[in-house]
């Protein structure tokens, strides 16, 4: 898709909304896999939105060092305001640095190495070529044992399930075209774009009916030296 959409006219009322349209599971498959991640980890945000994402991660685990990756001016002055607030009623607790970058995965400086990224609600906003490219410049910034946490609307495998997913997804487009300006209008076979950059699920858990799925995404290289070494045992 082209990069012209913009979250800023959305950005003050797009949590109580989400939070309304699906009843809270939006907040809870995107903290479902965080406690997993290892600490002292360099964390790689892309896509973040207003800033929730970060103290949901910072109650979990104790990373390294966080780069909070946002295209959005409006989401990004509220993500940076929630982090000041929570700084100031954690005075006593060592937080990690925050480098926020007001961009997309392009700004990010490219000698930096990542063991975790976490792209949320983001990667449905492209398809096809835009979407290989921005994974893999995300994979390109991330080390080879990294870890990738994705949580995003997906299909369910059921039928029953599909035949109000597929309506709901498409209202979904329609209402951020005109509030956004996403051109965008289905949803990404996520796994065969994973898959072309080298990374395969591990792990995922479903909510809302099997609309939403948290998922745990390693590199394939990994998984089949995992498998290797355990047939070789
Ligand atoms: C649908 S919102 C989801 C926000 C957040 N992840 C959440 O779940 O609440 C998508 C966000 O990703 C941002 N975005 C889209 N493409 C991006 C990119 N390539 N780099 C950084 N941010 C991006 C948008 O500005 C928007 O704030």
């Known amino acids: 898709m082209s990069r012209d959409f913009s979250f800023d006219r959305i950005a003050p009322v797009y949590d109580k909304l989400s ?7 939006v907040t809870r498959a995107q903290r ?3 406690s997993t991640i290892p600490p002292q980890s360099n964390v790689l945000i892309v896509g973040g939105g207003n800033g929730d994402i970060l103290i949901d991660l910072l109650e979990r685990v104790v990373p390294a060092h966080i780069t909070y990756v946002e295209a959005s001016v409006a989401m990004m002055h509220r993500a940076k305001r929630k982090i000041t607030g929570y700084r100031q009623t954690n005075s006593n607790l060592s937080l990690p640095t925050i480098t926020f970058i007001q961009g997309t995965e392009r700004d990010v400086d490219s000698t930096k190495m990542y063991q975790v990224a976490i792209t949320n609600f983001v990667l449905d906003m492209y398809q096809g070529s835009s979407l290989d490219g921005m994974m893999q410049r995300i994979d390109s910034l991330l080390s080879e044992d990294a870890v990738w946490l994705f949580t995003d609307f997906r299909y369910s495998s059921r039928l029953m ?3 109000w997913q597929k309506p709901l997804a498409q209202f979904m487009y329609i209402f951020f075209h005109f509030t956004a300006n996403i051109s965008v209008q289905a949803l990404p076979n996520y796994d065969s774009h994973f898959r072309k950059v080298g990374w395969d699920e591990k792990q995922h858990q479903s909510f809302f009916g099997d609309f939403i799925s948290s998922n745990i995404y390693t590199r394939t290289k990994q998984i089949s030296q995992r498998d290797f070494s ?4």
């Not at 939070?19 to 599971?25: K, P």
């Open 19 to 25: 939070y309304l349209a699906f009843r809270g599971s």
């Open 32 to 34: 479902y896999f965080l």
């Open 161 to 163: 399930n599909r035949i």
């Open 230 to 233: 355990s047939k070789n045992r």
